[in-house]
């Protein structure tokens, strides 16, 4: 399989499962500033793949209000919903060279292919390496992992390593409900953009391992990455929708939202910009966006240097 040689970019993933959450605007604005500092495309991509948990309509509220924002993208947005045929491929190469399996496991196959932290299903112990161990017919196909450490090195959260026998075990490519899984789709995506500088949240940390794993199956190059830390509710766990009401931008409360994102991301925010139209914070910010108060990592200063 061959993908496209592209420009340098970045990148910003929303999944449209519900509104845009600070959180979230914390997550576009870091891979916005440090993709523009370092001279890059920025792109937006809807991670609409897991189509039980769409809601209809969110996509394009959230396409919406980034534009308000100020927000820019060198590119139509890439809908995750449409780009079956180009998952098909790659899981497709990774079957002729007999790395996948299919799996009739139910034991949480699709939560073991789940992006965030805590939807993590159990350390996949291999039922059906050789062969599917049940007679279900819809099956799954998982990805052998190696028993050998992945290491990278995160540009705020420094060297990791993990070693994705022990840890994660084969992981689900293909859902036995007929989606493609997250860490495939979002391998696959990223190369077919040209994405070589991804800044998200934390919550992905976990699964960067797989992705670079997949990248090395596929020949190819991974990104560089950069983890932001997490904005956390008062009792401990990440903003999002779990969280109702509490964080979601919308136009009126937008200038407030981006404040605090800009404060949240360490960046001395001039008090004369108070009520700003959060287009004009933006502005500020894509002039005054100072990385290394991120708290940057030694092993990560490619990541975030900016280019001369
Ligand atoms: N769509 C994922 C999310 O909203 C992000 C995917 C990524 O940045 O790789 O959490």
């Known amino acids: 399989m061959s993908f496209p040689a592209q420009p340098a970019a970045g990148r910003f993933a929303p999944s449209p499962t519900g509104p845009l959450h600070l959180g979230s605007l914390i997550a576009a604005l870091g891979s916005y500033l440090i993709a523009r500092k370092t001279g890059r495309r920025w792109l937006l991509r809807i991670d609409d793949l897991d189509r039980p948990r769409v809601v209809a309509g969110a996509a394009d509220g959230i396409i ?33 060279e007999g790395l996948v399996y299919p799996c009739s496991c139910t034991r949480k196959d699709v939560l073991a292919s789940a992006p965030h932290a805590g939807e993590e299903g159990p350390i996949y112990p291999g039922t059906c390496r050789s062969g599917p161990a049940g007679s279900r ?3 799954a196909w998982r990805l052998r992992v190696a028993r050998e450490p992945i290491s990278f090195c995160d540009g705020l ?14 992981f689900v490519l293909f859902r036995s409900d ?22 998200r949240g934390a919550d992905l940390l976990g699964s960067t391992a797989r992705q670079i794993y997949l ?38 409360n937008s200038s407030e939202m981006m404040q605090l994102a800009l404060l949240f991301l360490n960046q001395p925010f001039p008090a004369g910009l108070a009520g700003a139209p959060a287009a004009e914070m933006l502005n500020w910010a894509l002039l005054a966006f100072d990385a290394s108060l991120l708290g940057q990592e030694d092993c990560g200063l490619t990541a975030l240097q900016e280019k001369r």
């Open 64 to 96: 919406r209000l980034l534009e308000e924002l100020g927000f820019a993208w060198d590119a139509a947005p890439v809908w995750q919903s449409q780009r079956d045929a180009r998952y098909t491929e790659a899981l497709q190469q990774l079957k002729q």
């Open 137 to 139: 017919q819809q099956l």
């Open 157 to 170: 959260n420094g060297n990791w390593q993990q070693n994705l026998e022990d840890e994660i075990g084969d």
């Open 178 to 199: 007929g989606i493609f899984a997250y860490q495939l789709a979002t391998v696959v995506d990223d190369l077919d953009s040209g994405i070589d500088q991804v800044v």
């Open 215 to 252: 990248y090395r199956l596929l020949n190819q190059k991974s990104p560089e990455y950069t983890h932001l830390p997490l904005l956390l509710g008062s009792d401990g766990e990440k903003i999002s929708k779990r969280h109702s009401e509490v964080g979601i931008v919308t136009a009126e």
